[in-house]
């Protein structure tokens, strides 16, 4: 069973940066990792993934610019985030599986929060 392990997060004036990490457990690594988030009462959104063995990356339109996923050989990922703003606001979830849109493996979670 795949294992996430996440660490980072935080509080954050707007304008800061954090860096997020989560680590897989197991190899081969996923296709596809990635990092979802949640506000409350929204929907779970995509917020950037990369295809492991290609690099390739995508991200969504309200971070593009100020978010940057990577990974390296120790089959962890990354997710800095700068240029914070309140609406960055949620709990951020590390995921993989074989499909960057819906994963087969979560992470548990943890909360960012930027003021204002």
């Known amino acids: 069973q795949v294992q996430l392990v996440e660490s980072g997060g935080g509080s954050m004036q707007a304008g800061g940066s954090l860096r997020l990490s989560c680590a897989h457990s197991?190899?081969?690594?996923?296709?596809?990792m990635g990092w979802f988030r949640q506000a409350p009462g929204k929907e779970r959104e995509l917020v950037a993934a990369?295809?492991?063995?290609?690099?390739?990356t995508s991200y969504a339109d309200s971070v593009k610019g100020r978010f940057t996923i990577s990974r390296d050989s120790t089959n962890t990922v990354y997710l800095q985030m700068n240029s914070l703003k309140p609406e960055d606001t949620a709990v951020y979830y590390c995921?993989?599986?074989?499909?960057?849109?819906?994963?087969?493996?979560w992470g548990q979670g943890t909360q960012v929060t930027v003021s204002s």
């Open positions: 995921a993989a599986g074989s499909s960057e849109s819906h994963p087969d493996y």
């Open positions: 990369i295809r492991w063995s290609l690099g390739t």
């Open positions: 197991e190899r081969p690594i996923s296709k596809y």
